[in-house]
């Protein structure tokens, strides 16, 4: 079974500055799918950035970008130039890319993202 | 294009008593899934239903059922409520083929009193 840690709970950054939240899984698989969800205190989870495992390129979204490290089974986000509204939930998950019964989710306990001026 | 939405927003039930949630996907989404969000233990999967039926299920007991309609929007069912069922429950929809990425409706939020 895969499993997701993202072992800070909290994190703090002042506006405009980087941060980075880290997120290590353990899987055998060879393929699969890496994915940081934002969960904003409305509770709706939108999708930040997504990484294909067989993708060498970190994957990068405007400010949002990952730094992937497959042997090491890491997975990273960046924040660059933090803004209020960024401040959230951010959740790591793992989707197997294999089809059927993996398609589900596997997340993260999450990290609560706070930006202060 | 509409997100995916889900009603009530907010349910209030005592324990022992049945709970029912519903989930409209994305236009164009055939898969739908469920997953519980408790305090403190992040998003766990519980159900996923395609094209009418339920593909799989998460490490959850029985009295956790749903379905999922011919317009794909889908049901999900608690029965015998137990305190420790008070959560967000989160719907989230994905097209049949050709991506893989999963959109999430806002949740209803569970409390078992």
């Known amino acids: 079974a895969q499993t997701v840690t993202q072992s800070q709970p909290e994190m703090s950054v002042q506006e405009a500055e980087t941060v980075t939240l880290s997120c290590t899984y353990d899987?055998?698989?060879?393929?699969?799918?890496l994915f940081w969800y934002k969960q904003p205190p409305s509770r709706q989870m939108i999708l930040v950035i997504r990484?294909?495992?067989?993708?060498?390129q970190n994957a990068t979204e405007n400010r949002f970008s990952v730094n992937f490290q497959k042997a090491a089974k890491s997975f990273s986000l960046k924040i660059s130039d933090s803004q209020l509204g960024d401040a959230a939930m951010y959740f790591c998950?793992?989707?197997?890319?294999?089809?059927?019964?993996?398609?589900?989710?596997?997340f993260g306990t999450g990290t609560r993202l706070q930006v202060t001026l | 294009e509409a997100g995916v939405t889900q009603s009530p927003t907010h349910l209030i039930k005592t324990r022992g008593q049945q709970a029912t949630l519903r989930c409209s996907p994305i236009?164009?989404?055939?898969?739908v899934y469920w997953y519980q969000q408790a305090l403190g233990l992040g998003l766990q999967f519980l159900l996923w239903?395609?094209?009418?039926?339920?593909?799989n299920r998460g490490n959850f007991p029985p009295r956790f059922s749903g379905r999922q309609f011919p317009n794909y929007s889908s049901e999900l069912n608690v029965n015998a409520l137990e305190l420790e069922d008070s959560a967000l429950y989160l719907c989230?929809?994905?097209?049949?083929?050709?991506?893989?990425?999963?959109?999430f409706g806002p949740g209803t939020r569970l409390t078992v009193t």
């Open positions: 989230a929809s994905k097209r049949r083929s050709g991506t893989y990425e999963q959109y």
């Open positions: 236009s164009g989404h055939t898969s």
């Open positions: 998950a793992y989707r197997s890319a294999r089809t059927g019964t993996a398609s589900k989710l596997t």
């Open positions: 990484q294909e495992a067989y993708k060498q």
């Open positions: 899987t055998s698989e060879s393929d699969y799918y």
């Open positions: 239903y395609d094209e009418g039926e339920e593909r």
